[in-house]
């Protein structure tokens, strides 16, 4: 996450050199950004914390790392998904197919967080109210994007996409 931040700083300093004083960045991108970076940290986290506390020959650290792997692929699929639709500039505020890959990410994120938690937590896990709240909140999280993204310029628009390119899970044998 470090190097995230650190690229942030050197696209800044080298755009302000480079263009001048950048125009800043509309909050709702940085609200819908924020979000999907969030549904992201607390999966790697919770696939980390498994890894460190079962065997590899454990059939709990063997079904973290299947749902880990389903819900990376559904969710890195959905912001291929958004990436491509913002490029495409597909209205996805009401895309059937869009809202329905945005579902399966979200339910593979709640599956794989809802186990990982279960594994610690076993009795409060059917009332965590972060697992019925992930597709409420990175369906508005892409809404924002996507709005903000048709308002930007150019240079933005490429900047946005690499942002999201970033958020991209690591592979469960990375963490």
């Known amino acids: 996450m470090m190097n995230f931040y650190w690229f942030k700083i050197m696209v800044l300093v080298l755009s302000f050199i480079l263009f001048g004083c950048p125009r800043p960045v509309p909050p709702d991108i940085s609200d819908g950004i924020q979000k999907i ?30 749902l880990y792997i389903n819900a990376k692929a559904a969710f890195d699929g959905w912001i291929v998904r958004l990436q491509f639709d913002l490029t ?15 579902e399966e990410a979200s339910e593979k994120s709640s599956a794989f967080v809802r186990y990982a938690t279960e594994l610690y937590q076993p009795s409060t896990t059917k009332s965590l109210p972060f697992i019925v709240g992930v597709l409420p909140s990175l369906s508005d999280a892409g809404i924002k994007v996507w709005q903000e993204y048709r308002k930007a310029k150019e240079e933005q628009r490429k900047e946005i996409k690499k942002d999201l390119d970033n958020l991209k899970w690591k592979a469960f044998d990375e963490i």
């Open 37 to 66: 970076a969030e549904a992201k940290s607390k999966c790697e986290q919770w696939a980390s914390k498994v890894k460190k506390d079962f065997g590899k020959d454990t059939k709990e650290y063997q079904k973290t790392n299947e």
């Open 88 to 102: 495409a500039d597909t209205d996805i505020t009401n895309s059937n197919s869009y809202n329905k890959v945005l």
